[in-house]
């Protein structure tokens, strides 16, 4: 089972930076993939980034392309998501995703095992 803990939301004006950060135990991280999802108030969860367990292989969301960047520091069991040029669409709550297992997939929540409890990102205009 791994446990995962995200950190780095908040409050940020339209156009501003922020960095989360989820931090895994319980499990080699190495061995683990790891992803991004997102959910605004009333939609359903969505996918917006995924790493592979060396850290070669990123996949975005075309909303964020361009503007959001995965990282994963296998040394430190942490994954980041740079988060560049928001917008208020942006704003939901953030988890970070394990994929303990390859499952076929990295873009729907049913490719992951487990899930931190969520940071929230507020994107004012």
């Known amino acids: 089972q791994v446990q995962l803990v995200e950190s780095g939301g908040g409050l940020v004006q339209a156009g501003g930076s922020l960095r989360l950060s989820c931090a895994a135990s319980g499990r080699t991280f190495s061995s683990i993939g790891m992803g991004w999802f997102r959910q605004a108030s009333g939609k359903e969860r969505e996918f917006v980034a995924a790493i592979s367990r060396s850290g070669i292989s990123t996949y975005y969301a075309d909303s964020v392309k361009g503007r959001f960047t995965i990282s994963r520091d296998n040394g430190k069991n942490t994954v980041y998501l740079q988060m560049n040029s928001l917008k208020p669409e942006d704003t939901a709550v953030y988890y970070c995703?394990?994929?303990?297992?390859?499952?076929?997939?990295?873009?729907?929540?049913?490719?992951?095992?487990?899930w931190g409890q969520g940071t929230q990102v507020t994107v004012s205009s």
């Open positions: 995703a394990s994929q303990t297992y390859y499952s076929g997939g990295y873009n729907f929540p049913s490719n992951y095992d487990g």
